[in-house]
């Protein structure tokens, strides 16, 4: 039997419905930055064959084996996490800094694309995607419309046990806090649901340093490790008169004008960062040095700040004696 060509009509009605669900797939895809899965086409009705024709015509390309791509261009940070999450298998979502970054966290500068998976799930490489196996999912962990990605506070703490350093663990856990993103609420809401188990010790003390916790390394950790040094017993809660009004110190050793300010979270809000100058500024016209860390800082760096303080010490020290 001879095959019958399409007629005219047929062939612009073929261009036609090709074009409309083009224009389908193309609408679907802003939210997605130009990028589908091969699941959300078939559901638009564009199935492998169509898909495979716009490929050959240059108009998309593939980016793994479910990812298309509507255009040929570079894929946005936003196309590659969704990348990321259709590429893996299973519950699959954005995490970790990745998660921060879309949530608006600047300073941060991995290109990684982080993603996690419940345990039980396969994992499977993905050029430029770094899944990370979770025990168990919390409820609410990802509540944020489009894109799959866990809620800033959970981010920050997976990103910090993810992290490659207690420094960068650190970074990932305060920024979000000064930016606003989440707050210190929210972060050790997320820690008593999920404490992890990498940097566990760690990371519960980041947490309670940010929200200025009881367990804080402030002046009450703080004098024993100078006990340990040889220092004295300094003084805590070190006040000072200054411009007729009563101004305390954290720890002070007033024989020598020396004193130590730990600055918790409370110190960069609002104006305290202002009144914090002028009381310094103040104390130091008086004749004293103060020496200040923060309590990120102060956990991250404790030696190098220890070795600050007891040099200072003894240069005050001599300088009384030789008066």
Same mark, same amino acid.
């Given at each position: 039997m001879e095959h019958q060509q399409p007629s005219g009509m047929e062939q612009l009605s073929r261009s036609r419905l090709s074009a409309l669900l083009r224009e389908r797939a193309l609408e679907a895809a802003d939210a997605s930055d130009g990028v589908l899965s091969r699941t959300q086409l078939r =559901? +638009? @009705?564009? @199935?492998?064959?169509?898909v495979a024709s716009q490929v050959r015509a240059g108009r998309w390309q593939l980016h793994g084996r479910q990812t298309v791509a509507l255009h040929t261009g570079a894929l946005s940070s936003l196309a590659l996490a969704w990348r990321a999450v259709h590429e893996s298998v299973g519950d699959a979502r954005v995490d970790g800094v990745t998660s921060l970054q879309l949530a608006g966290v600047t300073g941060l500068s991995d290109q990684i694309v982080h993603v996690s998976l419940h345990h039980l799930c396969q994992v499977r490489a993905i050029d430029g995607v770094v899944q990370h196996k979770v025990s168990r999912r919390i409820p609410g962990d990802s509540e944020l419309p489009g894109l799959p990605r866990t809620t800033p506070a959970l *981010? =920050? +703490?997976? *990103? *910090?046990?993810?992290a490659v350093s207690d420094r960068q663990a650190a970074l990932f856990l305060v920024l979000p806090t000064q930016q606003r993103i989440t707050t210190a609420a929210h972060l050790r809401e997320a820690h008593a649901q999920y404490p992890g188990r990498r940097r566990r010790s760690l990371v519960t003390r980041l947490v309670d340093d940010i929200a200025d916790g009881a367990q804080s390394l402030g002046e009450l950790e703080i004098v024993p490790l100078l006990r340990r040094r040889g +220092?004295?017993?300094p003084t805590r809660q070190a006040l000072r008169r200054i411009d007729g009004r009563v101004r305390y110190l954290d720890v002070g050793w007033e024989d020598i004008g020396l *004193? +130590?300010?730990i600055d918790g979270a409370a110190h960069s809000e609002g104006l305290e960062v202002t009144f914090d100058h002028l009381r310094g500024n103040a104390i130091t016209m008086g004749g004293d040095v103060i020496l200040r860390m923060n309590l990120i800082g102060l956990r991250l760096h404790r030696d190098a700040f220890i070795d600050q303080v007891v040099e200072a010490h003894r240069l005050l020290s001599a300088r009384r004696d030789h008066r």
């Open positions: =559901a +638009l @009705g564009v @199935g492998r064959d169509r *981010a =920050a +703490l997976r *990103a *910090a046990q993810w +220092l004295p017993t *004193a +130590l300010e």
